[in-house]
Each structure stands twice: as structure tokens, then as C-alpha cells.
């Protein structure tokens, strides 16, 4: 049942029930320089972004604010503006007076007394008609908050709601609460838990949903549609920022893909989302299940508009090792023969090249010879299953839809041989709903594929679909393993791109880590170098080193804190000074810019890290 959340007002713009969801995004120049941000803006609003945030360091930052709103409304922009405001309560309410929002972060807007500097603000904010946001970061929450409550979601929670109690005592509605994480997994439980927590205590206030420091390319906007994606279809969620370490605008066009993958969800699905992680317990089977990672599959055919050459798509091996798929699939008898063999062109059998070694066939080819049972296996329907005459004594594959999954279910638990079961999803709500059914049941014991199949010519559309919609398999724990299809083919997607993706995802929800994973921001006004340049001199040096995360931050805002979540940082602390550190621990500091990736080099050699 729909519960009575609150809307916001945030200048010409409401939040809330029956309005669309908002689309922001952040400047990254410095906030005294007038025309550049109203520049940057002016590109964000004509992308389609709704508000634009900047950051206030200091008054004069706060005061200049004032500037930059009479520019845009002489140039006829008119969507709001917020003032990003950490660590001085005198500098959100210098802004407050000038902007629609302002944005506080409660891990270091106030000491141990919040109430007396927070209650001078919501005065402000009411004189002024201005909005108001509580922003928790996981990597700035208060020394207060976690002593008590630890580095978690529940601290975040805790940390929003403090102040949000205080904004009811007060009746001031104007308010919007983000809980943002560079972790996907502590974002998404993080924001359920909020929601269930405010529904308790009838503080239903609209929530802003983002991924902190998701970084650049792909990977960034993968790891953003994992977290935000997951939620929208949730029903949670009211504006949105999509961060990525590259021009403010260019965040636009990728929230508008993901609102499009998402605009068919409801408000409610009828049910509460776990708010912490537990691996749903499945028997181990061959290399599925148990506690070991999820695989990917991929397909192995060539095009049906190219025919069929006799080999296995050749494009699908100039991926990086480290980007193949688990299981290869094959859906036509005359690719099977080359696999156990010379299955590459010449120019790939030399070097470190792996390709893998496990084949699912179609069941009808698999029951036409005796293939080696350790590497080939079957992929049944379910009427097949049923019918089958023999099956793998190492492992079978069952493809079921939703509507099918019961009796998949059924079938599988019967049978005395391991098996695991493929599901092939949709996006309507009731898939979910019925593979929940199945997947917490915990007689259910056999390891389940997530199998999707798109149609996208625009290969950022299918990343951001696939993130969107499947995440959350991975993110709860419910799932072994994933399949990505994509059937339109042409230049515009290239036929690696499924397996890819499949890999980004599960990198995006913790699941499997494949790739360096940078932790970035996406700059502001507070950063005293180039980001953009940073980030890919780092990733040029450290790029091979897969069993690392790095983290790259413009200040110390986040940059300590996200720390926790990161291997080694690369952290700014004053205009051409940098820190290094090595989780939280601070082990090198005010360095110079020109020389901090080479000293990153040498602390992630001493520390034993580095690899040729």
C-alpha cells in the first residue's frame, strides 16, 4: 500500500509523488569564477539536466552564488540551483539566501550540538523559500555516528535522520535526503533501509539517489545504473545524479538512458528488500555454486547475417584475457568441432592467451555424440528436460522463464544429477516477483543463471539497461551466474560487448572482481587539479594490476573516507599537493602533483601489491 510521502519544492520544481524524476548534476569549475559556471551550467540545463549544484567553500564562495543566479535568469535559465556546503553552518546560510537548495552533510556540518546551528538554518531556508538536502556520504560520516553505529548503512541512516526529525518537529517539508556510497551494495541497502525507516517514523521525505566517485566510461555509468537502477525499480527514488569524472553535461544524456530503462516501474513491488548481504546457499556444481564467484557465459555463434564460417566468432577473443567468458555456448553443430582443439586463428596460439575450456551445447547437439563430460554440457528447455533421454553426470543447464519457474523448480530438485537452472529474465515486475518465490525457497538448492536478452543499437544504452535490470540479482546474492545477449549486430555494437558488460556488472555489484577498479570523483569546485588527466595518468601506471581498487579524489571531503573502501588513494590536499594512502592510513603527504603517480607506483611496490 502507497504510504503519503512528502514533496519538496525546490525553486520552480517539485519532487515527489506524481512528478518525474529530476535530473542533476554538479560544476566543476571554481565557484568564484563566474562565467565559466554559468557556462557549465547553461550546457547542463541544455542537455536536459533540471538543477545544477556548485560548491561553496567559504562566504565569498556562498555570496557569489548570487552572481551566477542573476546570470542564468538574464539568459532566460531558470532551473534551480544548490549550494554544496561541508564543515561551516555560517557558509549554508550565507547561500540559502541566495539559491533554491542548499545541500549539508550531516557527517561534518555541525559538532556534537546540531541542533542549535541546523534550527538558524531552517529559519533562513523558510524566510527564503530554499530547499534543503540532507546528504550523507559513507565516506564522511561523523567520528559520533561511528563509534555508535559503525561504517555501515545503518549509520547512514542514522546520520539522515537526526536532522530529518528535527525538520518535522519543525514542519519544514522542503527537504530531499541522499545516502550516496562509492559501494554499490551499501548505497542500494542503504537507501531500503531508509525508506522502511522513514515509513516507521512518517518522514517520508523524497530521496536523491547517486553513486559516489563511480568514475569514468563505462565502468562509471555501469556502476551507476547498478546502484541507481536497482532502486528506481524499486519505486525509490526522485532525482537522480549519475557522477562520472568527465564534463558535467555528458552525466545527462546517461540519466536519461537510465531513466528510460527504468520508466515502466511501480511505486511498490509489496515487499521489503534485504538491507544487508547474505549469498543464498546453493550446492556446489562443477564450477557453479557455493561459495565460489559467478561465471559469465556468452554465446559463441557467429552473426546469422554473416553465416556460418566453421570457427567461433573471432571478435569475441581479441577481449582481454581477463574479459572471457566462463562458458562458451554454441548453438549450431558446425562450430562444435573446432572448440577442444585449435579453436583460434594462428595469431592467437601464441602468448599467455587462455581461452576457456567449458561449453554449453544445445541439448539436441549434445545428445549427438559423446563429448568430454568435463567440458561440454547441455542446455535444456524445460520440455526437453522433461523428455530427455540422458543428462550430463558433471552438469545440465535448464533454461525456464517466469512462467515457468516453478515447475523448473520442481523438476530440478527431482532429479539426483546437479543441475542449474537458467532464468530467463524479463523486465516486467512479475518476473522478480516469481523468481523470488523460487530463490527463497530453502529446499532450493541448485546454482541459477541470469540469462537477458536486448535488442539495443547503442552500445551505452545496453550497458546501462543490463546494470539497471539484472544488478540486483547480484547485489541480494541470488544469483551463480549471468548470460547477455544482444541481437541487433552492426558497427555500432561490437560483438564482444555482452561478455564485457557481464563482467563490469558483476564488478559494479562486488560480486567478481575482473579489472582495476577506480574509485573517482567527478570533480567540483573544491578540486585543485585535473581530475580527467589524473585519473588516466593512474590508470595508465596501475591499469594491469586487477586485484586492486584505486581510488582518485579531488579533497579531502570524501577522499579520507572512501579510503575504507579502497586498496590505495590518490587524494588531493592543496593546490598541487597530494596525499597517498594506503586504505585509511595516510602515508605519504603533500606531495607534489608532478611526481604522486610515480611515488603511487612506489607505495604499491613496497607494500607488496605490484605485479609486471
Known amino acids: 500500500m502507497e504510504t503519503d510521502q512528502i514533496s519538496a519544492s ?89 539559491v533554491e537548495k542548499v545541500r549539508i552533510n550531516p557527517g561534518n556540518f555541525a559538532g556534537v550540538d546540531i541542533e542549535k546551528p541546523f534550527l538558524e538554518l531552517l529559519e533562513i531556508c523558510r524566510e527564503n523559500n530554499t530547499a534543503l538536502r540532507i546528504g550523507v556520504n559513507h565516506g564522511s560520516l561523523s567520528e559520533r555516528i561511528l563509534k555508535r553505529y559503525g561504517d555501515t548503512p545503518v549509520g547512514m541512516v542514522e546520520s539522515a535522520l537526526e536532522y530529518l526529525r528535527i525538520c518535522k ?155 572471457l567468458s566462463d562458458h562458451l555456448l554454441s548453438d549450431h553443430l558446425l562450430l562444435v568441432h573446432p572448440m577442444p582443439g585449435n579453436l583460434l586463428p594462428d595469431h592467437h596460439q601464441a602468448g599467455n592467451f587462455s581461452p576457456p575450456n567449458k561449453y554449453l551445447l544445445n541439448a539436441g547437439i549434445w545428445m549427438v555424440d559423446d563429448y568430454p563430460q568435463e567440458h561440454f554440457f547441455p ?71 541470469i540469462r537477458a536478452a536486448y535488442h539495443d543499437t547503442d552500445p551505452e544504452l545496453f550497458g546501462i539497461r543490463a546494470a539497471s535490470e539484472l544488478a540486483w540479482y547480484f547485489i541480494d546474492g541470488y544469483a551463480d551466474g549471468i548470460w547477455l545477449d544482444n541481437t541487433f549486430t552492426g558497427p555500432s555494437m561490437p560483438s564482444p560487448l555482452p561478455p564485457a558488460t557481464s563482467f563490469r556488472i558483476l564488478q559494479a555489484c562486488r560480486a567478481r572482481m575482473t579489472e582495476t577498479e577506480y574509485i573517482a570523483c567527478p570533480s567540483c569546485g573544491r578540486t585543485l587539479f585535473n581530475i580527467q588527466d589524473t585519473l588516466e595518468k593512474v590508470r595508465k601506471a596501475t591499469s594491469h594490476l586487477r586485484h586492486l581498487k584505486i581510488a582518485v579524489m579531488g579533497c579531502i571531503v570524501n577522499g579520507p573516507g572512501e579510503m575504507a573502501d579502497a586498496d590505495y588513494g590518490y587524494v588531493g590536499s592543496g593546490k598541487g599537493r597530494v596525499n597517498l594512502y594506503r586504505k585509511r592510513e595516510l602515508i605519504k603527504k603533500g606531495i607534489r602533483e608532478e611526481d604522486a603517480v610515480k611515488e603511487l607506483v612506489i607505495l604499491i611496490r613496497e607494500n607488496g601489491d605490484w605485479t609486471d
Do not use: W
Not at 72 to 86: E, S, T
Not at 392 to 409: K, M, R, T, Y
Not at 431 to 442: C, G, H, T, Y
Open 169 to 323: 518537529r519543525r514542519n519544514f517539508p522542503n527537504v530531499v535526503v541522499s545516502l550516496k556510497s562509492s559501494n554499490t551494495r551499501v548505497m542500494v541497502y542503504a537507501n531500503r533501509l531508509m525508506r522502511r525507516r522513514m515509513k516507521e517514523e512518517h518522514l517520508e521525505y523524497p530521496l536523491h539517489l547517486g553513486v559516489t566517485e563511480a568514475g569514468a566510461g563505462e565502468d562509471g555509468r555501469i556502476r551507476s545504473a547498478a546502484g541507481i537502477g536497482t532502486l528506481l525499480n524499486e519505486g525509490l527514488g526522485d532525482t537522480i545524479r549519475v557522477s562520472l569524472t568527465e564534463e558535467p553535461e555528458l552525466e545527462i544524456p546517461a540519466a536519461k538512458k537510465l531513466l528510460e530503462t527504468t520508466a515502466g516501474r511501480k511505486r511498490s513491488l509489496g515487499k521489503d528488500f534485504p538491507v544487508e548481504f547474505k549469498r543464498r546457499e546453493t550446492e556446489k556444481c562443477s564450477i557453479l555454486g557455493g561459495d565460489r564467484v559467478p561465471v559469465v557465459i556468452a554465446r559463441a555463434t557467429d552473426n546469422a547475417n554473416q553465416g556460418i564460417t566453421g570457427a567461433v566468432e573471432p571478435d569475441l577473443y581479441f577481449l582481454p584475457d581477463h574479459l
Open 379 to 449: 542446455l535444456f528447455d524445460l520440455s526437453g528436460f522433461q523428455s530427455r533421454s540422458r543428462m550430463s553426470p558433471v552438469l545440465n543447464f535448464v533454461l525456464a522463464g517466469p512462467d515457468e519457474i516453478q515447475e523448473a523448480a520442481r523438476q530440478l530438485a527431482q532429479s539426483d544429477l546437479p543441475c542449474c537452472l537458467v532464468y530467463l529474465h524479463d523486465e516486467k515486475t512479475s518476473s522478480r516477483v516469481k523468481f523470488l518465490e523460487m530463490a527463497e525457497n530453502p529446499g532450493f538448492r541448485f546454482p541459477v543463471m
Open 10 to 98: 525546490i525553486g520552480n520544481v517539485t519532487l515527489g509523488p506524481g512528478h518525474p524524476v529530476l535530473i542533476q548534476s554538479m560544476c566543476s569549475v571554481p565557484t568564484m569564477d563566474t562565467r565559466a559556471c554559468v557556462q557549465q551550467c547553461m550546457r547542463i540545463f541544455d542537455a536536459g539536466g533540471g538543477l545544477s549544484r556548485m560548491a561553496a567553500r567559504n562566504l565569498d564562495e556562498a555570496r557569489n552564488l548570487e552572481n551566477i543566479r542573476k546570470e542564468l535568469d538574464r539568459r532566460g535559465y531558470r532551473q534551480p540551483l544548490c549550494a554544496d556546503v561541508h564543515f561551516n553552518p555560517a557558509i549554508a546560510m550565507t547561500a540559502a539566501a541566495v
